[in-house]
């Protein structure tokens, strides 16, 4: 049998990272309580293991697969492949996959602004969209907006109780309305985050309406916490970011759109030129981090998911109001913990960043943050600059000041960095004290 450390010894080597005896044990008490959570949360990872690798075979991924091109990017094997891989595993009939698409906000507005039309009307049946889309749709006034182009908008909040508003989505859907956007995680908002479920009940409505919408869903942050994925259930387009869960915290950029052939020629001949499409675009370098990345995806967000709990139940039992709560089921890797108070979201955010592999040193600021009304204060000790698969955390400075943490490349790293923000909440006295019927 492999022997474990001796009980003495972790603790001192958490003690030679600055981690109280009193921080580590209450750690260990919370994690008894959670060890069916994280056994769900590691079978799952299994399922969609098995789902990328079959996915890969399937698509004969070779060690060529892994060279790429330069100049045009003509007869790119590694990327057409990859393109495949992406398209089977999300059983689509196609992707588009590459460093050429800057980032999540980047994809989104690629497939929004390739598949909708002058005149057509784009709707969000779950209410606001994330923040950066604003501009994209033009709900805030910006340059080169769908809205500048002729695009409507629509929007039907959810209910008070975050279920759909059936009733307004059907008075909403109309003749020119072309596109229909749902966001499947919460992101920075308080509504809950729909369950892959959820999203093929209202993409069913919706076609049940009319057959001819196309269902765009925003899977920021939702890829493989779940078994299926939205093309699952209907989605005429799933899309997100590499340097979140898809990546594995591997790829140094990009971003991805799958789903139905025409959605994604669409995308493809708005990225590059119309006549030229999937066919060109460089792979450059980029390919072996985007395979092995893949690879790594559902183990990392797994990693990232027992983060999302472990932070829920260690600050809810210490009375702070934590979003979603410690027992909710998941479905993104995104976890708020309520402060009230600007020290706490200080302290909590410094707490991570002294966790982290790369400027562990440094402090974070506050700071006036472009399109923000209040400061913002950001931890982010990341291989891939700005990658939220990474450990992270950030926060408006404004009541009821939140911290919003995600991400852990492994689990052993998203613990220590949540052990580390509490010690600091502890050393600054935001919390005073671990009350003795916590230990
Ligand atoms: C992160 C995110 C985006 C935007 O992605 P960026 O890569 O930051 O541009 C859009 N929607 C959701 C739900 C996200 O989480």
């Known amino acids: 049998m492999t022997k474990k450390p001796a009980e003495g010894e972790m603790e001192a080597v958490y003690a030679s990272m600055g981690i109280s005896r009193e921080v580590y ?42 060279l790429g091109t330069t100049g045009y990017g003509y007869n790119d094997l590694g990327r057409d492949t990859l ?8 059983c689509a009939q196609a992707a588009l996959v590459r460093p050429q698409i800057t980032c999540g906000t980047h994809a989104l507005a690629l497939a929004l602004m ?24 033009g709900i805030r006034e910006s340059r080169g907006s769908l809205k500048e182009y002729g695009i409507r908008y629509r929007q039907v909040d959810l209910k008070e109780d975050g279920s759909f508003d059936w009733e307004g989505i059907r008075a909403a859907v109309n003749e020119k309305t072309r596109l229909v956007t749902i966001q499947r995680s919460k992101g920075y908002q308080t509504r809950p985050t729909l ?13 049940g309406i009319k057959p001819g919408l196309i269902c765009m869903v925003d899977n920021c942050y939702g890829e493989f916490t779940q078994t299926v994925e939205p093309t699952q259930v209907g989605a005429d387009l799933c899309v997100g970011s590499l340097i979140k869960n898809p990546g594995g915290g591997l790829a140094p950029t990009g971003g991805y759109l799958v789903g139905r052939q025409d959605c994604v020629e669409n995308a493809a001949c708005r990225l590059t030129s119309p006549g030229l499409g999937r066919e060109v675009g460089a792979s450059l370098n980029a390919l072996p981090s985007f395979y092995q990345g893949l690879f790594l995806a559902p ?15 260690l600050y809810e039992k210490l009375g702070f109001r934590v979003v979603p709560n410690g027992s909710c089921e998941r479905y993104d890797i995104i976890q708020a913990v309520e402060f009230g108070t600007p020290e706490g979201l200080i302290a909590f955010c410094e707490g991570i960043q002294y966790a982290a592999p790369v400027d562990g040193f440094v402090t974070p600021q506050p700071w006036d943050m472009p399109g923000y ?23 408006p400075l404004r009541p009821p000041y939140a911290a919003y943490f995600q991400g852990g490349l492994t689990w052993q790293h998203a613990k220590f960095g949540i052990l580390k923000s509490l010690q600091r ?8 004290v671990i009350p003795r019927s916590l230990l």
């Open 25 to 66: 044990q209450y750690g260990e008490k919370t994690l008894q309580e959670l060890k069916g959570r994280f056994e769900a949360i590691d079978r799952i990872a299994e399922y969609n293991q098995l789902k990328v690798v079959k996915a890969m075979q399937e698509c004969r991924v070779s060690e060529a697969c892994l």
């Open 83 to 90: 393109e495949d891989v992406y398209a089977r595993l999300f």
């Open 114 to 137: 390739s598949n909708l039309r002058p005149g057509d009307e784009l709707l969000s049946p779950v209410g606001k969209p994330y923040d950066t889309l604003e501009e994209v749709i």
């Open 195 to 207: 369950s892959v479920e959820r999203i093929g009940e209202l993409i069913s409505f919706l076609k």
């Open 299 to 313: 183990t990392v967000t797994a990693s990232a998911l027992k983060g999302a709990v472990f932070a829920a139940n």
């Open 373 to 395: 009304d209040s400061q913002v204060i950001m931890a982010a000790g990341a291989f891939v600059s700005g990658s939220s698969i990474e450990l992270s955390a950030d926060g």
């Open 425 to 432: 909440c502890l050393d600054k006295g935001v919390v005073p």
